[in-house]
T-cell receptor, first 113, second 113 residues
Framework: AAGVIQSPRHLIKEKRETATLKCYPI?????VYWYQQGPGQDPQFLIS???????DKGSIPDRFSAQQFSDYHSELNMSSLELGDSALYFC????????????FGPGTRLTVT | DQQVKQNSPSLSVQEGRISILNCDYT??????FLWYKKYPAEGPTFLIS?????DKNEDGRFTVFLNKSAKHLSLHIVPSQPGDSAVYFC????????????FGKGTHLIIQP
């Protein structure tokens, strides 16, 4: 079965640079969630979109923004990168805002040097 | 303040026996509870979920029990298999409208042959 696709899988950036992470949800899924997992930490919710509208907001820094497009894929834009932004970034998707059935992608490992 | 707590960082169980992973929560507004399995450098894999209006949900070898009055849930895996060795995360969400998940710190389950 098709899963959530994230690209790139690995990304290395320098401090103060920008990064864009992409997420392609499971086919027919219209809801996307973004999470950040630091080393040895549990995943922290950043933001979610349902039918292209922002639905819930977690601990997303002001330097980050995200959107969902008409084909339901989503992009997380990160500016003025800091060393502390180094983490695994997961995208999850679900059908019709079903928060209780979130399926995660493999993650993008962002390293800021 | 950790709203979802997994107090056992690790658990070792013999192959074929029952594995019981525990999770406590503090937020009475949580409506759904989920369990995920995670291997290093991979995204969390959805296992099973339960609504707050139920006290048990079963799927194959996995059963989740919810005790709302104690704000406690547990995941039972019977029988335990070597492939079950992984980190297990308990997660919770609110009203169900594309809400982000709040995760526990995880329990590392080790299945001994």
């Amino acid at each position: 079965a098709a899963g959530v696709i994230q690209s790139p899988r690995h990304l290395i950036k320098e401090k103060r640079e920008t990064a864009t992470l992409k997420c392609y949800p499971i086919p027919r899924h219209d809801t996307v969630y973004w999470y950040q997992q630091g080393p040895g930490q549990d995943p922290q919710f950043l933001i979610s979109f349902y039918e292209k509208m922002q639905s819930d907001k977690g601990s997303i820094p002001d330097r980050f923004s995200a959107q969902q497009f008409s084909d339901y894929h989503s992009e997380l834009n990160m500016s003025s990168l800091e060393l502390g932004d180094s983490a695994l970034y997961f995208c999850a998707s679900s059908l019709q805002g079903r928060t209780y059935e979130q399926y995660f992608g493999p993650g993008t490992r962002l390293t800021v040097t | 303040d950790q709203q979802v707590k997994q107090n056992s960082p690790s658990l070792s169980v013999q192959e074929g026996r029952i594995s019981i992973l525990n999770c406590d929560y503090t937020n009475s507004m949580f409506d759904y509870f989920l369990w995920y399995k995670k291997y290093p450098a991979e995204g969390p894999t959805f296992l099973i979920s339960i609504s707050s209006i139920k006290d048990k949900n079963e799927d194959g070898r996995f059963t989740v029990f919810l005790n709302k009055s104690a704000k406690h849930l547990s995941l039972h895996i019977v029988p335990s298999q070597p492939g079950d060795s992984a980190v297990y995360f308990c997660a919770a969400s609110g009203r169900g409208g594309a809400d982000g998940l709040t995760f526990g710190k995880g329990t590392h389950l080790i299945i001994q042959p």
